[in-house]
């Protein structure tokens, strides 16, 4: 039995996989609740998850979710927006401090569901806040679309913030158990 259980232990191990996409916020201005949090207030792009799982059309459980600012004393509730496909760029916006738009109603069929952040905490380092199994909506299921094994996203603060830094590091990371 101790065999057995060890085994099972390394198999969990090794089937969870960690993506950490990082993105320097533009943040030039105060973010209004529902603000969308990107590179660029131009042509932002969404957060792509790329190899979240090992195969193409395959299937996972995000069993834990970490977001991480650069910026102390930061507050917010964030929330990312996931998708099996890139959200429709004439829908969905992607430009940092825009009015976020997700779920945009051509982006329904991609939409995989929301990690909904609790408001960031920090202790003298990074702003933080973390998801884990028991967590509204955790753990969240998907299949990756077929001949995909990426994920993308649309990071929204769902609170104002005003002590936001222009190029602060935001960085949500996944982590996946395939099957």
């Not at 996989?17 to 990107?38: F, P, Q």
């Not at 829908?91 to 952040?117: C, I, K, P």
């Amino acid at each position: 039995m101790f065999k057995s259980i060890l085994e099972v232990l390394r198999q969990l191990v090794l089937a969870t996989t960690k993506v950490s996409i990082s993105k320097a916020l533009v943040a030039a201005g105060d973010y209004a609740a529902e603000d969308v949090m990107s590179e660029s207030t131009t042509v932002g792009t969404p957060w792509v998850f790329a190899n979240i799982v090992r195969n193409a059309g395959g299937v996972g459980v995000i069993t834990k979710a970490i977001a991480l600012c650069s910026t102390t004393a930061l507050t917010p509730r964030i929330t990312v927006y996931l998708f099996t496909k890139s959200p429709n760029v004439l829908g969905a916006a992607f430009q940092d401090n825009a009015a976020n738009t997700a779920v945009y109603s051509v982006d329904r069929d991609g939409y995989v569901g929301r990690l909904d952040f609790s408001a960031m905490q920090d202790l003298g380092g990074n702003s933080e806040s973390m998801l884990v199994p028991g967590d509204i909506g955790m753990p969240l299921e998907f299949k990756c679309a077929p001949g995909e094994n990426t994920l993308w996203g649309i990071a929204v603060t769902r609170d104002a913030i005003t002590g936001e830094a222009a190029g602060m590091i935001l960085q949500v990371s996944l982590l996946v158990r395939e099957g």
